[in-house]
């Protein structure tokens, strides 16, 4: 089973970026790999996945035209690219992979579908 590490969380002000990477046991090519997010006393939700063979992104619309999620199979590494940061992005980053069969949508971009969880990141932004 794949083991995932996210790593690059920190602290940034509002308007700030950040890159989170998850770095891979192995290649994630055949795998769904997608990031969500837990603040606290709120449910973890997704922000963004890429599905099996890079073909398919899809965003949360909290999140859509500020972060980028990418693949560099070369790398096993699945990439977060976090521009315009906000107070509301704060919260733990985690990154999870299933090898399930995934439509390319949001209706799949939740965390009971996914099976194999790193150990989160923090990201706090301040105003």
């Known amino acids: 089973q794949v083991q995932l590490m996210e790593t690059g969380g920190g602290s940034v002000q509002a308007g700030g970026s950040l890159r989170l990477s998850c770095v891979t046991s192995?290649?994630?090519?055949?795998?769904?790999v997608g990031w969500f997010r837990q603040a606290p006393g709120k449910e973890r939700e997704g922000v963004a996945v890429?599905?099996?063979?890079?073909?398919?992104?899809i965003y949360d619309d909290a999140v859509k035209g500020r972060f980028t999620i990418s693949r560099d199979s070369a790398k096993n590494t699945v990439y977060l690219d976090m521009d315009r940061l906000r107070v509301e992005d704060t919260g733990t980053y985690y990154c999870?992979?299933?090898?399930?069969?995934?439509?390319?949508?949001?209706?799949?971009?939740?965390?009971?579908?996914?099976?194999?969880w790193g150990q989160g990141t923090q990201v706090t932004v301040s105003s």
């Open positions: 999870a992979a299933t090898s399930s069969r995934l439509e390319a949508s949001r209706a799949t971009m939740i965390p009971d579908l996914f099976d194999t």
């Open positions: 192995r290649s994630t090519y055949a795998y769904n």
């Open positions: 890429i599905y099996a063979g890079a073909r398919s992104t």
